[in-house]
């Protein structure tokens, strides 16, 4: 089946610690982004990346990295210097030249 | 800064009557929209959208509706079922913007719908 998979789906973390959420695509798209969801809020902007091997920061892009060596997936790694790091993750893509966005699951990380 | 908002953060209705989300907008460089629908702990799920050079397109049960002299967007689904009760986010899209796809969201608005 095509569409966007985020692994793991719950995800525990030490503070300190860094941790790496997986977001792998078969929809042929070109631009995968990450989003951070807040409970009872919207949506955020973290990275984003329209083609391989390269990325922009979104609106609340500190203490998060990225990074698009495969046209498939957009792995994030959230850093011991973000300092609010529990929330509900979003992995998104979208294809050249379209605007809709299409969502994958999305992974819950609590710092424990 | 330019935002996307919504005037009713909750929504209840009765199974079988049809329900209206609105959405605010306040940047009239955006020329397109889109609905989504979040269930509970589920990624959003895309709904219906629409372009600027549109004022209204229609779905299955749903319906959406822009007001660009007002910066107004509603979705309006039509026989409501209990499935329907989810999160409803608008986003709306910069014309200008040089990154397609890139979409800024509302807070969404709860919709309860009673058996």
């Known amino acids: 089946d095509g569409g966007i998979t985020q692994s793991p789906k719950y995800l525990f973390r030490k503070e300190g610690q860094n941790v790496t959420l997986s977001c792998e695509q078969n929809?042929?798209?070109?631009?995968m982004y990450w989003y951070r969801q807040d409970p009872g809020q919207g949506l955020r902007l973290i990275y984003y990346s329209q083609i391989v091997n390269d990325f922009q920061k979104g609106d609340i892009a500190e203490g998060y990295s990225v990074s698009r060596e495969k046209k498939e997936s957009f792995p994030l790694t959230v850093t011991s210097a973000q300092k609010n790091p529990t929330a509900f993750y979003l992995c998104?893509?979208?294809?050249?030249?379209?605007?809709?966005?299409?969502f994958g699951e999305g992974s819950w990380l609590t710092v424990v | 800064g330019e935002n996307v908002g919504l005037h009713l953060p909750t929504l209840s209705v009765q199974e079988g009557d049809n329900s209206i989300i609105n959405c605010a907008y306040s940047?009239?460089?955006?020329?397109?929209f889109i609905w989504y629908k979040q269930e509970s702990g589920k990624g959003p799920q895309f709904i219906i959208d629409i372009r600027s050079n549109m004022d209204k397109r229609q779905g299955q049960r749903v319906t959406v509706l822009l007001n660009k002299t007002v910066k107004h967007l509603s979705l309006q689904i039509a026989a409501t079922q209990p499935g329907d009760s989810a999160v409803y986010f608008c986003a709306e899209k910069d014309a200008g913007g040089t990154s397609y796809g890139k979409l800024t969201f509302g807070q969404g608005t709860i919709l309860t719908v009673h058996p």
């Open positions: 940047n009239s460089a955006s020329d397109y």
């Open positions: 929809l042929n798209h070109d631009a």
């Open positions: 998104a893509s979208s294809s050249s030249g379209g605007n809709t966005i299409y």
